[in-house]
Nanobody, 115 residues
Framework: VQLVESGGGLVQPGGSLRLSCAASGFSFSSYYMSWYSQAPGKERRLVASITPAGGSTDLLDSVKGRFTISRDNAKDTVYLQMNNLKPEDSAVYYC?????????WGQGTQVTVSS
C-alpha cells in the first residue's frame, strides 16, 4: 500500500488549496478513505472521510462548509478541497486507509495559512 499526498503549501487566510492523495497497492474503490491533520504539539485528528463509492462523506465540525472531500476511483485518488482557510487550519495533512486491519499513512503534506 502506498499513499502519496500533494498540493500543500503556503496560503493567505481566506485562500484555497486542493490536496490530492494518489493510492496504490490495494483495491482503492473498495475502501473508505480519510484525511487527518496534525498541528505542532497536537494529536492527529480526523478531518474528513469518504465512503468507497463516494456517496457519503463526513467532516469535522470546524471545517464543514469550507472543506470538501471527494474521490476519483478511476484515478485511485482522493482529494481534499480546502476553501476559506484559516490560520488554525495550518497543519500537516495525511491521507489514510484502513486495509486488512492495518492503518496506512502517506508522508503528509504541509499546509500553512498565514498572512
Amino acid at each position: 500500500v502506498q499513499l502519496v499526498e500533494s498540493g500543500g503549501g503556503l496560503v493567505q487566510p481566506g485562500g484555497s488549496l486542493r490536496l490530492s492523495c494518489a493510492a496504490s497497492g490495494f483495491s482503492f474503490s473498495s475502501y473508505y478513505m480519510s484525511w487527518y491533520s496534525q498541528a505542532p504539539g497536537k494529536e492527529r485528528r480526523l478531518v474528513a472521510s469518504i465512503t468507497p463509492a463516494g456517496g457519503s462523506t463526513d467532516l469535522l465540525d470546524s471545517v464543514k462548509g469550507r472543506f470538501t472531500i471527494s474521490r476519483d476511483n478511476a484515478k485511485d485518488t482522493v482529494y481534499l478541497q480546502m476553501n476559506n482557510l484559516k490560520p488554525e487550519d495550518s497543519a500537516v495533512y495525511y491521507c489514510t486507509v484502513l486495509y486488512r486491519s492495518r492503518r496506512y499513512w502517506g508522508q503528509g503534506t504541509q499546509v500553512t495559512v498565514s498572512s
